[in-house]
């Protein structure tokens, strides 16, 4: 028998395509958002298991970028994904982060 411990939200980081207002989208691109509301095509389940370091292209009309998000947390204002802005959405910089957050397999 095999057994493998993944740290929650753990895995390999998953892509997905967000769809969002232009003006939220340039919120993300200035770096003036660290969280969007989880969207409504989205399910919470769905959500909560987004490994840190997931790659979400997030779109407006024909503007769109790719950055790196977190899994979903909840508060009074309702259901978000972290986003973090300052991280350009690609595999490298998924994994480095990953890394930087101490969630790279030990073995």
Not at 82 to 99: I, L
């Amino acid at each position: 028998m095999r057994v493998q411990v993944i740290e929650w939200p753990g895995g390999e980081p998953d892509t997905l395509k967000i769809d969002m207002l232009p003006a939220t989208l340039r919120k993300i691109e200035r770096g003036a958002l660290k969280s969007i509301p989880i969207p409504v095509v989205d399910t919470v389940s769905t959500a909560t298991v987004l490994s840190w370091g997931a790659i979400a292209t997030v779109q407006a009309g024909t503007g769109r970028t790719k950055v790196l998000i977190g899994p979903a947390y909840f508060n009074a204002a309702g259901s978000h994904l972290r986003v973090f802005p300052d991280e350009p959405g690609t595999r490298a910089n998924s994994k480095s982060f990953r890394a930087k957050l101490g969630f790279v397999k030990l073995c």
